[in-house]
C-alpha cells in the first residue's frame, strides 16, 4: 500500500512511537539469531551488534510494539533478530522470522509477473492500457489510451491513488470489508488525474491494481494464481504467499500489528484483516529473510531475463520517498552510506512496516515493526536498514 496514504488516513504525523527493550545472540545450525531478552545485544568479544541495538532503539525510543529482522552479510550467514514484544495483551515473545503484512512490496511481485508476460511476447511494455483494458480508465484528464504499461509500474501514469477516496479514510471500519478491484478502481476515477502521463512522477496504489487486471486479462488466470505459479512457488519462498479471497488471517506464527487511528488513541489489533484492499498493490504475506531471497533472486537474474530485468532497473528520481531514492519498473534504488546501491521496494499496511533491500555483491536485509511510525521513527528504520547493509 502506499507508504505515504497510510499516514494521511490514521490522520496522525508520519511515523514512530514509544514501548519496550531486547536482544541477545545464540548461535544454531549456522543461524544467529537476537531474542528480545536484553536491551543491549554482543557477538563474541563483547562488541555490541549494529543491527539488534537499532530494533532496541527502534521498541524503546520510537514506541513501536516489536521489530525483526533478517541480514545476509558479507560471510554469506544470515542473521535474524527481534526486539519488543509479539502480543502486548500477553507478552509473548516476538516470533523468530516470523510472518508479516508485505505492503507494497507486492507491487515488485506484481511488476515481475508483468515483465515476464513481457519477455513471453504477451504483453507490451509501451503498448496502453487499453491494448488490453479498452475504455476501463476514464475520468477527469483519465485516458487509458494515453497511459502505457510501463507508465503503470514506473509511478509515471498520473493515476490518482484510491487509497484517498473517502470510504478509505479510516481503515477501522473496512477491516473486513471485501472490495472487488473495480470498487478501488472507482474510488481512483472519480479523482482528477494527477498529472498528464509520462510528465512526473507519483506513488500510487491504483497503478498497481491496473497491472493486476491486466496479468488476469493476459493470463485469463486470477492474478494470485500467477504470483504464485511464477515467483512464490518458483523460487521456493516457503513463508509467502497472496491470501485467497476472504482470508484475513495470517497462517504462520507471527507478531501482531498494531493500528494507531489518531495521534492520541490506543493502538488497536489490526492483525486480521481483508487484504482486498490492497489486492496486487499490497496483499502478500511473507518473512524478512523470504524477501531478502525474494529480492536476491531479482537481481541475480532468475526471475526475468537479461532485457526485461534491465528495464526494471531503468529508473527515474522519486525523492518523494528519500535521499537519492530512484523508481525502475517495481523496484527502488538507494545510495548506501558505504557506497554502491540497495535494491528493494519497502511496504506499509495498517500494523506493518518493512523496508529492505539487497546488493550486487549479495548482501541483503529487510528490517520489519509492528506499527506504523511516525516521521522519526521512519528515519531511524531507514538509518537501520543502512546499518544493516553497511556493517
Known sequence: MNEHVQHHRTHRPRRGRRALAAAVATV????????????????????????????????????????????????????????????????????????????????????????????????????????????????????????????????????????????????????????????????ALAQKASFPPGTDWAYSNTNYVVAGLIVQKVTGRPAGEEITKRVIDRIGLRHTYFPAPGDTRIHEAHPKGYLRNSLDAPLIDYTEMDSSMAWTSGAVVSTNTDLNTFFTAILDGRLLPAAQLAEMRTTVPAEYLGPGVRYGLGLQSKPLSCGGLLWGHGGTTPGYRSRDGVTEDGRAATITVTSVPEAVGAQHMADALDTALCR
Open 28 to 187: 544454531a545450525a549456522g543461524v544467529v539469531a537476537a531474542t528480545a531478552l536484553a536491551p543491549t545485544a554482543a557477538f563474541a568479544g563483547g562488541k555490541p551488534d549494529s543491527v539488534q541495538s537499532s530494533l532496541n532503539a527502534l521498541v524503546k525510543d520510537d514506541g513501536l510494539p516489536a521489530a525483526l529482522a533478517s541480514v545476509k552479510g558479507r560471510d554469506g550467514r544470515t542473521r535474524t533478530y527481534t526486539a519488543g514484544v509479539g502480543d502486548l495483551a500477553t507478552g509473548a515473545k516476538v516470533p523468530m522470522d516470523g510472518q508479516i503484512r508485505a505492503g507494497s512490496n507486492t507491487k515488485t511481485f506484481t511488476a515481475v509477473v508483468i515483465l515476464q508476460l513481457v519477455a513471453e511476447g504477451k504483453i507490451g511494455l509501451d503498448a496502453s492500457v487499453d491494448t488490453y483494458l479498452p475504455g476501463l480508465l476514464r475520468g477527469d484528464g483519465i485516458d487509458g489510451r494515453n497511459i502505457t504499461v510501463r507508465q503503470l509500474l514506473q509511478q509515471t501514469s498520473g493515476l490518482p491513488d484510491y487509497m484517498n477516496a473517502p470510504e478509505l479514510s479510516d481503515f477501522v471500519p473496512i477491516q473486513y470489508r471485501y472490495f472487488e478491484p473495480r470498487d478501488l478502481l472507482d474510488g
